[in-house]
């Protein structure tokens, strides 16, 4: 059985590529050192948009606006999503790119997401989780609330590098919170009675939970 490593690199030659761009908001993200979405994770995204066809889309961690801008596209440039970002730095260019790229499409909300979530009041289709790891339990009540139920909550990098899979005593001190708090997340993710969820090994760790809908 060939080795993950090699089935990845297998799968990722078979990528047809962004559009031009959208390759140039990734790349001038990589070059200033802002974390985007692995290929995986992009491919991934591309295709639940598609299948999915959300109206209303969250992103909890924007980023410079790539993930936003890439979901945006893959849903023909229809869903109205509104991502959240606290870093300032970040927001300068996630404003600039949104405008320059998206048609309004795309909000930025900026700020803290424990502020903003409690904040937002009409429902969406889809939700993206990619912001601090160590939030994610934090944030999940108000993210499961702002879903509609048959909504797709995704949340990355579940698997932290594989150190998800090591005990505690394990990993690096400073990474211990951090760690047992994505484990209880996937804990919930799994057993919450209102979502049916999976975890998929790509990239960095992907889950995806569906909000069960009334009496289902």
């Given amino acids: 059985m060939p080795d993950r490593e090699r089935i990845a690199a297998f799968i990722g030659s078979l990528d047809p590529g962004l559009p031009g761009w959208l390759a140039d908001v990734e790349a001038e993200a990589l070059r200033d050192g802002v974390p985007v979405i692995r290929k995986e994770t992009q491919q991934l995204l591309r295709f ?11 992103e909890v961690g924007c980023g410079t606006g790539f993930s936003a ?3 945006w596209d893959a849903g023909d440039r229809l869903p109205k999503i509104d991502t959240i970002e606290n870093y300032e730095p970040r927001i300068r260019k996630a404003k600039e790119n949104l405008e320059h790229y998206s048609d309004g499409s795309v909000r ?11 904040g937002l009041k009409e429902p969406y289709d889809m939700i993206f989780m990619d912001a601090a790891k160590g ?14 139920p048959g909504g797709l909550l995704v949340t990355d990098n579940v698997l932290r590098e594989g150190d998800i899979l090591e005990s505690r005593f394990a990993v690096r001190r400073r990474d211990r919170t951090i760690h047992k708090r994505m484990r209880g997340y996937l804990y919930e993710l799994m057993h919450a ?14 889950a995806l939970s569906v909000k069960k809908k009334e009496n289902s």
């Fill in 108 to 118: 930025l909300l900026e700020g803290d997401a424990h502020e903003l979530l409690p």
């Fill in 69 to 71: 801008l890439l979901m």
């Fill in 48 to 58: 639940l948009v598609s299948l999915h066809r959300p109206e209303r889309i969250l």
């Fill in 193 to 206: 009675p209102g979502l049916v969820s999976t975890i998929l090994p790509g990239g960095d760790g992907a």
């Fill in 135 to 148: 939030q994610y339990p934090a944030f999940l009540p108000e993210v499961l609330r702002l879903l509609v």
